[in-house]
């Protein structure tokens, strides 16, 4: 389902391209994770995940900013999506926020700063960053799906358009306003539809029903169901957005928690081994092979040498 022959075989970006865009018609529902930095993603490729997804709230809290606030400026985030497209041979697609601009031609621009940067895809979504009123108008908000969809089409590659609904994640749960502008934006031409935070399996069977173009699902939260599950549903890609960087910040707390207010040191026995961690990202060039894990005794971690 997941499984790429050679994650870290070299491979050009039309062919990557292209390779992503097939995932969407294969015969079931493919899993995309989303690194927020280059050791992250060589951990996934290791799974044999066969495309990642950047995370616009794990680059914005690895760099000590909170997400949704516009703290990330566009350098800032194509930088990271490159240092995660050249840690691996995947495709990758981009978490491109809300396009970073006002106009439709910024959007444009985004787009092709995007693909420069390496990436296949990126999505645009209809929010605003501003609490006020957090989601756009349909009309603009399809105008500036409209432009990216224009932009992708003048590369030399087919650059995948997700088009993201923010109702639900903004606290708006109309499913119906969601649905049309989800169906306004396949009639403006995203060849994904995204509508992040959809509170059960009947939302995604209904936006899934309501659009011909794939699906993408955000997993990762309080939905629990599997991929299976989401494939009878319609849905034809799954995400985790910022689901594994809170992980991995939830693990860091704990262990933090347990120093600062018990004094021990029991984090230690669920860490992944020195060695291990070392054979995962040991492989500086994608194209080296992926060296063997040696075996660290799980209950002796005084032969763990880490630092």
């Known amino acids: 389902m997941n499984h790429s022959t050679d994650a870290r075989r070299p491979r050009s970006q039309y062919a990557r391209a292209v390779a992503f865009r097939d995932l969407h018609d294969g015969p079931g529902p493919f899993v995309v994770p989303n690194p927020w930095d280059a050791g992250t993603a060589r951990v996934l490729a290791s799974f044999g995940f066969a495309a990642l997804a950047t995370t616009g709230a794990g680059l914005a809290h690895s760099l000590g900013r909170p997400d949704g606030a516009n703290q990330v400026g566009r350098a800032e985030l194509l930088a990271n999506a490159a240092a995660i497209v050249d840690a691996t041979g995947l495709p990758v697609t981009a978490d491109l926020e809300s396009g970073f601009g006002e106009r439709p031609e910024d959007i444009a621009e ?63 749960p109309d499913l119906d306003d969601t649905i049309r502008r989800l169906q306004a934006y396949e009639a403006a031409g995203a060849d994904v539809l995204y509508a992040p935070a959809l509170p059960d399996a009947e939302a995604i069977r209904a936006v899934c029903s309501a659009v011909s ?19 009878a549903l319609g849905v034809r890609r799954i995400s985790t957005g910022s689901a594994l960087s809170r992980a991995a910040l939830g693990a860091l707390t704990r262990a933090a928690r347990e120093i600062s207010e ?46």
């Open 110 to 172: 985004t787009i092709r700063l995007a693909a420069a940067a390496g990436l296949v895809g990126g999505s645009i979504e209809d929010s605003t960053g501003r609490d006020e009123d957090p989601v756009r108008p349909l009309g603009e908000a399809v105008e500036r799906v409209v432009a990216a969809v224009e932009a992708a089409k003048g590369l030399d590659f087919p650059f995948t358009v997700t088009a993201r609904a923010e109702n639900f994640f903004q606290g708006r």
């Open 262 to 307: 018990h004094g021990t040191f029991g984090f230690g026995a669920d860490a992944l081994p020195y060695a291990e961690a070392n054979a995962l990202l040991a492989a500086a060039d994608p194209t080296a092979p992926v060296p063997t894990v040696p075996t660290v005794p799980s209950d002796d971690r005084e032969s763990d040498p880490a630092p």
């Open 213 to 231: 173009r794939p699906v993408n699902v955000l997993m990762g939260g309080a939905l629990k169901l599997s991929v299976a599950d989401l494939g």
